[in-house]
């Protein structure tokens, strides 16, 4: 079907009045939307080129009938409406316009930075009133490359819930803050666990405030991963101590922040502004109907998110929010970095105006996210920021589903295998996940199983990963596809797909708890599913310590070796070649004279996806083994030599002279 990217046409709602494009709404170019603080007193302004009247309305109370007052805003130019307030009548307040002869639903403004219980109302206050002892010092651990980092996805609830966590502020944000937590027999826990680990900084799922949990029930304890947005500059509600105080949530996210930053560790934060929560009822909607949407050619939503809508990040207003949005969770939160929700969505002009913008805040802050859609987009592909389109982007990663299936298999078919549960023909996937999604000579590009090019500009642009919060766990998923297999075969395949992960080049991404096997019962979308499904079982890791102790040095052995990091294709093709071996279930390469200032000078990396043992050859040299038969140990295992030697089943062999 044809489609519309910056026109409107006529559709049900009678709209007659407004203006024929939206391409003819005014832009406003003033960094002061929404609410501010003025020397005597407040400023409030909101966009609306299409209302004929707005109100301001005020309440005592975030919930409940308790209007006290109501006033209304003045309309200037470009679509701006706006009051001055001396002393608001009422702590918080809601807007309502009139288009069309209709006044629409009372709502916050999209710039809303604090709000009551469910995110309904505004409050007049400002985040910095609230911030800890110290904040002006914070910062989080500075990044030369996104290569350099070790990233470990997490919810909120699911680091605490678990009775076995040892953390008191159970599902809440205050659990992040709490030091030297175990479980019962003293291993440890929640932030004490994560600086154990070594993982360089933590995403969260969205933490913003969300719409699918009643903030004003939390005895319920429901469960959602939060990618129904409500208000995209408020941290969530149902992770505060107290949802019905507007500076809690503020304060103790901030909390979070500061503990995190303070043992090296930084925050990602998962937003998704590739859709909003509701459609025709969204406050964008509102406000100005339809204009932050795209649609179809019969003026219906489009729905490339899956969510019953999709934003239209090109229009000058939507951009600019999406920029000043991030820019703010920079600036008031200093966050470290964005996971981009359904990326392929939005245009490849907005994320690097964003990139660009950040950079700006600090260099240190870098951007990833998925590059496709859920559906069909009314915008071209070409324009879009879609995995394909990867090399136009700047400053920004990818996620490399080609890895993540090409290791374990197929993710929407749970028998289907990869290449280390034995399945042949995806070789040069491997390959091409090695080498960071780049142009490489080895790489035979027609036998990829998603791509037919390479993808990433420089190998800093691809996300390797295997499991995330989508889809089975890698456990879950290795306990579906090879069911003959005994448990202590399958820990060998997990620790063997994330060595790969940890040494390819790009940036690793981790599922947390993956580092003891996390399980949430086969259950392989778990958004909505209770903490029973979602939980981290901190009690597993001391069952499967070893596998622990294994990520823990695996994450280390990165760290100290820039080989596996490099930040260049020019270096990747110079320095890292792959062996002639003929056989489809085994992978072999060598990283050469001290790649990327690597104090080893000769590196040679093996893969066995094979339920079988294998015969490899040794090139000349003295080779002492790093990872060896699922052990792994910088100091040195075993010593070969020029020859052939056995790689075992389903396990890589690290080499060094």
Same mark, same amino acid.
């Given at each position: 079907?044809?489609?519309?990217?910056?026109?409107?046409?006529?559709?049900?709602?009678?709209?007659?009045?407004?203006?024929?494009?939206?391409?003819?709404?005014?832009?406003?170019?003033?960094?002061?939307?929404?609410?501010?603080?003025?020397?005597?007193?407040?400023?409030?302004?909101?966009?609306?080129?299409?209302?004929?009247?707005?109100?301001?309305?005020?309440?005592?109370?975030?919930?409940?009938?308790?209007?006290?007052?109501?006033?209304?805003?003045?309309?200037?130019?470009?679509?701006?409406?706006?009051?001055?307030?001396?002393?608001?009548?009422?702590?918080?307040?809601?807007?309502?316009?009139?288009?069309?002869?209709?006044?629409?639903?009372?709502?916050?403004?999209?710039?809303?930075?604090?709000?009551?219980?469910?995110?309904?109302?505004?409050? %007049?206050?400002?985040?910095?009133?609230?911030?800890?002892?110290?904040?002006?010092?914070?910062?989080?651990?500075?990044?030369?490359?996104?290569?350099?980092?070790?990233?470990?996805?997490?919810?909120?609830?699911?680091?605490?819930?678990?009775?076995?966590?040892?953390?008191?502020?159970?599902?809440?944000?205050?659990?992040?803050?709490?030091?030297?937590?175990?479980?019962?027999?003293?291993?440890?826990?929640?932030?004490?666990?994560?600086?154990?680990?070594?993982?360089?900084?933590?995403?969260?799922?969205?933490?913003?405030?969300?719409?699918?949990?009643?903030?004003?029930?939390?005895?319920?304890?429901?469960?959602?991963?939060?990618?129904?947005?409500?208000?995209?500059?408020?941290?969530?509600?149902?992770?505060?101590?107290?949802?019905?105080?507007?500076?809690?949530?503020?304060?103790? %996210?901030?909390?979070?922040?500061?503990?995190?930053?303070?043992?090296?560790?930084?925050?990602?934060?998962?937003?998704?502004?590739?859709?909003?929560?509701?459609?025709?009822?969204?406050?964008?909607?509102?406000?100005?109907?339809?204009?932050?949407?795209?649609?179809?050619?019969?003026?219906? %939503?489009?729905?490339?998110?899956?969510?019953?809508?999709?934003?239209?990040?090109?229009?000058?207003?939507?951009?600019?929010?999406?920029?000043?949005?991030?820019?703010?969770?920079?600036?008031?939160?200093?966050?470290?970095?964005?996971?981009?929700?359904?990326?392929?969505?939005?245009?490849?002009?907005?994320?690097?105006?964003?990139?660009?913008?950040?950079?700006?805040?600090?260099?240190?802050?870098?951007?990833?996210?998925?590059?496709?859609?859920?559906?069909?987009?009314?915008?071209?592909?070409?324009?879009?920021?879609?995995?394909?389109?990867?090399?136009?982007?700047?400053?920004?990663?990818?996620?490399?589903?080609?890895?993540?299936?090409?290791?374990?298999?197929?993710?929407?078919?749970?028998?289907?295998?990869?290449?280390?549960?034995?399945?042949?023909?995806?070789?040069?996937?491997?390959?091409?996940?090695?080498?960071?999604?780049?142009?490489?000579?080895?790489?035979?590009?027609?036998?990829?199983?998603?791509?037919?090019?390479?993808?990433?500009?420089?190998?800093?642009?691809?996300?390797?990963?295997?499991?995330?919060?989508?889809?089975?766990?890698?456990?879950?998923?290795?306990?579906?596809?090879?069911?003959?297999?005994?448990?202590?075969?399958?820990?060998?395949?997990?620790?063997?797909?994330?060595?790969? !992960?940890?040494?390819?080049?790009?940036?690793?991404?981790?599922?947390?708890?993956?580092?003891?096997?996390?399980?949430?019962?086969?259950?392989?979308?778990?958004?909505?599913?209770?903490?029973?499904?979602?939980?981290?079982?901190?009690?597993?890791?001391?069952?499967?310590?070893?596998?622990?102790?294994?990520?823990?040095?695996?994450?280390?052995?990165?760290?100290?070796?820039?080989?596996?990091?490099?930040?260049?294709?020019?270096? !990747?093709?110079?320095?890292?070649?792959?062996?002639?071996?003929?056989?489809?279930?085994?992978?072999?390469?060598?990283?050469?004279?001290?790649?990327?200032?690597?104090?080893?000078?000769?590196?040679?990396?093996?893969?066995?996806?094979?339920?079988?043992?294998?015969?490899?050859?040794?090139?000349?040299?003295?080779?002492?083994?790093?990872?060896?038969?699922?052990?792994?140990?910088?100091?040195?295992?075993?010593?070969?030599?020029?020859?052939?030697?056995?790689?075992?089943?389903?396990?890589?062999?690290?080499?060094?002279?």
């Amino acid at each position: 079907m044809a489609a519309l990217i910056g026109s409107f046409v006529q559709c049900s709602g009678n709209l007659e009045s407004l203006p024929k494009s939206f391409d003819d709404y005014p832009v406003y170019k003033g960094k002061d939307l929404g609410l501010t603080k003025q020397s005597d007193g407040w400023s409030l302004k909101v966009w609306s080129p299409v209302a004929s009247e707005m109100k301001i309305h005020f309440y005592t109370e975030g919930d409940g009938d308790n209007r006290v007052d109501s006033d209304n805003l003045q309309k200037g130019e470009n679509g701006i409406w706006s009051i001055e307030i001396e002393e608001p009548a009422g702590p918080f307040y809601t807007f309502q316009a009139r288009i069309e002869n209709e006044w629409k639903a009372e709502v916050v403004d999209p710039y809303v930075k604090l709000v009551g219980v469910n995110g309904k109302r505004g409050y %007049f206050g400002l985040p910095s009133d609230v911030d800890p002892p110290g904040w002006d010092q914070d910062a989080g651990p500075v990044t030369r490359n996104i290569v350099d980092v070790t990233i470990y996805e997490l919810h909120v609830r699911d680091l605490s819930m678990d009775e076995s966590s040892g953390i008191s502020n159970k599902g809440k944000f205050l659990g992040f803050t709490e030091a030297g937590t175990t479980t019962k027999n003293g291993i440890k826990t929640g932030l004490a666990h994560l600086k154990e680990l070594g993982v360089t900084h933590i995403h969260l799922l969205p933490s913003f405030d969300y719409r699918s949990i009643d903030e004003s029930s939390l005895e319920k304890n429901i469960f959602n991963w939060g990618y129904d947005p409500q208000n995209y500059n408020v941290p969530e509600g149902s992770y505060a101590t107290d949802p019905f105080d507007p500076m809690a949530r503020v304060r103790e %996210f901030k909390m979070l922040v500061k503990a995190l930053h303070e043992n090296g560790i930084g925050v990602i934060l998962d937003v998704v502004y590739n859709h909003t929560g509701p459609t025709e009822g969204s406050l964008f909607n509102q406000l100005v109907p339809k204009y932050y949407y795209r649609l179809w050619e019969d003026g219906s %939503f489009s729905d490339a998110a899956a969510c019953n809508n999709e934003t239209a990040s090109e229009r000058p207003m939507f951009r600019k929010f999406m920029i000043e949005s991030m820019r703010y969770w920079v600036e008031e939160y200093h966050i470290d970095g964005f996971r981009v929700d359904l990326m392929g969505i939005h245009d490849i002009e907005t994320m690097n105006l964003i990139t660009g913008e950040l950079e700006k805040i600090n260099p240190s802050v870098f951007v990833y996210g998925e590059g496709w859609t859920a559906s069909a987009s009314p915008l071209p592909d070409s324009l879009r920021a879609l995995k394909g389109n990867t090399y136009m982007l700047d400053r920004v990663s990818a996620f490399s589903d080609d890895l993540r299936d090409g290791i374990k298999g197929h993710w929407a078919t749970k028998e289907d295998r990869g290449f280390v549960t034995g399945k042949v023909g995806i070789k040069e996937t491997i390959k091409f996940g090695i080498v960071g999604s780049t142009d490489h000579p080895q790489v035979n590009y027609d036998n990829i199983n998603y791509s037919d090019h390479p993808w990433a500009r420089e190998p800093w642009q691809t996300m390797n990963y295997v499991s995330c919060h989508d889809d089975l766990t890698l456990w879950d998923k290795l306990n579906w596809s090879i069911p003959e297999a005994t448990d202590a075969e399958r820990i060998e395949i997990h620790k063997l797909a994330n060595t790969i !992960v940890l040494t390819s080049q790009g940036a690793p991404f981790l599922h947390g708890g993956v580092d003891f096997l996390r399980s949430k019962g086969g259950n392989h979308n778990s958004f909505e599913s209770p903490d029973s499904v979602n939980r981290i079982r901190w009690d597993n890791k001391e069952k499967y310590y070893d596998v622990f102790s294994y990520y823990q040095k695996l994450i280390q052995l990165r760290k100290d070796h820039p080989a596996f990091r490099m930040t260049t294709t020019n270096d !990747v093709k110079k320095h890292l070649e792959f062996l002639d071996i003929e056989d489809p279930l085994v992978i072999g390469y060598r990283l050469s004279q001290n790649a990327n200032s690597d104090p080893w000078e000769e590196i040679l990396v093996y893969f066995n996806g094979s339920p079988e043992d294998k015969v490899i050859s040794i090139p000349a040299g003295n080779w002492i083994s790093v990872i060896d038969g699922g052990e792994i140990s910088q100091a040195g295992i075993n010593k070969y030599k020029e020859g052939s030697t056995t790689l075992k089943t389903r396990s890589a062999l690290i080499l060094h002279n």
